[in-house]
């Protein structure tokens, strides 16, 4: 059966040309220009995973609202966020609304999509017994590449999907200096650099959360930033 | 008025600080005691005048009096000045010569001199003069041999007798008074006369009220005669017997006839009731004087004292007022004897007729004396018998005015100087006011943020309190303005950055339907060679704008990223080692030359924005220096705060720059280059610069060789 996603993006030209993209890659989509409406269809059916952005019409963070209900009627439900302004980013990481991803609508197609399968193939990977081959594990750290799943000292860090791939890039290859477009390749992104350095930011905040010791990311100034065990 | 006006804009004072000018200005007051020194001038001027008024009308009135009254005035019964050469008519004194023999304390005056001839080169002057009520002779003998009587006591024996001077006059009974002198030695002498006793016999009498003393000249003799004036007539002489040896024949000269003793030449003086009649007219401070039609000296009235004190102010301001304002209406001390010559023209010019006054100038300095003459007639009014002379000296009003003057312009003085001091302390605040508004102005306008509100003298009411207010509103004109300006990027990248996403995410679309339906074979939705050029340019084109929205909200995300970031502390020289080592990687058309000192630079602040800072300065050296350049980066620091320089070699700053390099939205560019730019790199680095707690800063290099920016940071 195919996959359904749900689009709610109040501008109708980028929602059918998500659509269309969408479409093309054989998922059923469904699109929606409110909170109202995408609400009303939600508690009908659920989709297999949503794209949402955060100003929609009249609400200028009608998003937020939204997954938080989203959230609550399902809690495996993968949940992009799409938004036009790069401040928004640490609005929504600062709200940690149990988005899987947040991404600016700069991003191409390419990249959403590549981010959309595999959400869905964490979503898989997540109702199979782990496999160990897939496990990465550094020091206190463990990384399931396939669920996409970071554990720091056996507690779970909720890191979104841009985190997990640069954090994943980082511990590839422990010690290595990763520059910022290595990052972003990795990340399947196009940032600057101040978005890197705030996604370094908050990645190293949310294992703060869990271990207020942590410091296994270091800058190296000028050249990017390296993982230490 | 305007070419004034033009004058204090362009002219020598439009160069002074506001409070000098006001400085000035309140100098203008001085011309308060300049006004008052005119006025107390024109006050003067009256008074003087009304003074000499009624002095002359007080002289005319005496005059008035005085008329036809020849009797009064003169001893003689004729006119004086058609009498012959005998006539004497003595000087009035204003003391009693001393009666011993000795000329020198007589003024030798032309009109009381009778010269008289004697045989053998000998020769008399006579000098009569009057003080009071007594006539003085002076009888200057030249005379080659002096010969002396051999005894006091057979005075009448011809064969004892020296040289001798005979005094004749006649009494007031009409007699004739003959007195003769002769003497043994000199010395006091006595004047005898003959008496005829019984039988003929002749016996010399001496005369006590006659005084006389017989000296010694170096030319002759001399002998000084005093006579009480109320002993003579109208006719007086002397006669001199003058004898080669004792008992010789005499050979007599003078102005008594020779044969009789009789005198016949007049006593030329005032009548003895003169005095008594001119002094009920007696004022005090009033000099009187009359004076015969020919100018000669009747009587004098000398002035009874003053009363009050009219003495001049003494003083320093007195003194220099008077020196500053005293013009050339009082004339300065002049001599005695010019003063005599003085009230002689006075009289010479009312013996024409015609009464009149002048100013001569007193004794001391700035002391005058106000004179009046006025004629006497006759009783016909036909003829002058004389004139009267009135003198007031007038020290009375000179000191009313000077006293008057100084209360002016100690007054004046006293208000010039507080309304200088009032001008200066006013000018001192304005000025004070002015540069503070100033001052705030001018650095309200050189940073961001809220410039209107801290403008002083906002609440003051007054012309300043608009002006600031004028300002404060301007500048909150320019505030919006500006702040608009620097997030109008933001705002148009956010607003350009939806149909950016539709043109891009169309294009994607395109590109892929294109793909899925060519991979299907010539379906007839798949494009064309041309038509993927078109995409291909399209897709370029909107990547170019896409980096320009980047480039625009640049400045708005760096200030996110500032109200976001956190201080930790760091050292400062490895992360500008590391950062520049980098460099060399990014640009490898540039050489970079790293001056750190050696131990560590701790600072507390965001390395990221640090790095980002120098970022910016070292894409701003390598975009205007040339390939193979060297930029020198350069680290120093002290205890308080920390410097990070990057020079580079190129062109000189454009002149303005200093001060707006720094300023969001401004570039001086001079070619475009592929790269957007919007000035926000430098504005970038200055905020990052302030979040530290510093500075920025841009100059050339002392060579003009290129251009330095620094940034100074508080450690």
Known sequence: ?229 | MARFLELLKTGPISGFRLRTKLLLLALTTLALPWAGCQYAREMETVLRESEQQSLLAVTTTIAGSLKGRKELLFRADSLPGNGGERDITPMVLTGAPLIDGRADDWDSDARSLVRAVGPGGDSLRLLAATHERWLYLALLVHDNRWIFDASDLNSLDPGTLGDRVWLAFDDKRGGQQRLFFGSTGPGPVRARRIETLEYGRETAVEEPRIEGVWQRSPDGWVLEIGVPLSMIGQHLGVLIDDRDRRGAPRASYGTLEASDLRATGRLVAASPDLNDHLRQFAQPGVELRVASASGALLTRLDAPALPGDYTKLRGFLPRMYRLFFDGSIIPRSVSQAERERAAQELTARAARGKAATTLVAGRYENSVIVAAAAPIFSADGKQILGVIQLAQTADRWLTLRDRALTRLLNLTLFVTLFAVGAAFWFAGRMTLRISRLGAAAETALGREGNLARNLPETESRDELGDLSRSFSSLLGRLDEYTGYLRTLAGKLAHEIRTPLTIIRSSLENLESEAQASGGMGQAPGGLGENAKVYIARAREGSERLGAILAAMGAATRVEEAITHSDRQRFDLAALVRATVDAYGGAFPNRRFACVVPPEAVELNGAPDLIVQMLDKLVDNAVDFSADGATISITLQADAAQAEISVANPGPPLPAEASTRLFESLWQSRAEPDKRPHFGLGLYIVRLIAEFHGGTAQAANLPDNSGAVFSVRLAR
């Open chain 1, 1 to 229: 059966m195919k996959k359904s996603i749900a689009i709610v993006e109040d501008e109708r030209a980028i929602r059918d040309n998500y659509a269309a993209a969408f479409a093309r890659e054989g998922y059923a989509v469904r699109g929606y220009p409110n909170r109202r409406e995408a609400m009303t269809a939600f508690a009908a059916r659920l989709p297999d995973l949503a794209v949402i952005d955060i100003s929609l019409e009249d609400e200028p963070e009608g998003g937020f609202e939204l997954c938080r209900e989203l959230r609550g009627m399902s809690a495996e439900l993968p949940i992009i966020f799409l938004t036009a302004r790069d401040s928004e980013l640490d609005a929504v990481s600062g709200l940690r609304l149990g988005a899987d991803d947040f991404l600016t609508k700069d991003l191409s197609l390419a990249h959403l999509i590549a981010r959309v399968n595999a959400l869905f193939r964490r979503v898989d990977a997540l109702r199979r017994p782990p496999e160990e081959k897939q496990v990465i594990r550094r020091g206190a750290l463990t990384l399931d590449s396939e669920r996409m799943s970071v554990l720091w000292n056996n507690e779970v860090v909720l890191l979104s999907l841009t985190e997990f791939w640069i954090v994943y890039a980082l511990t590839k290859h422990p010690g290595h200096v990763k520059n910022r477009q290595q990052l972003m390749d990795a990340a399947n992104v196009v940032l600057d650099d101040n978005t890197i350095t705030s996604h370094i930011k908050r990645i190293r905040r949310k294992f703060q959360v869990v271990d207020e010791k942590f410091d296994a990311v270091h800058t190296v100034y000028g050249m990017g930033y390296r993982w230490v065990e």
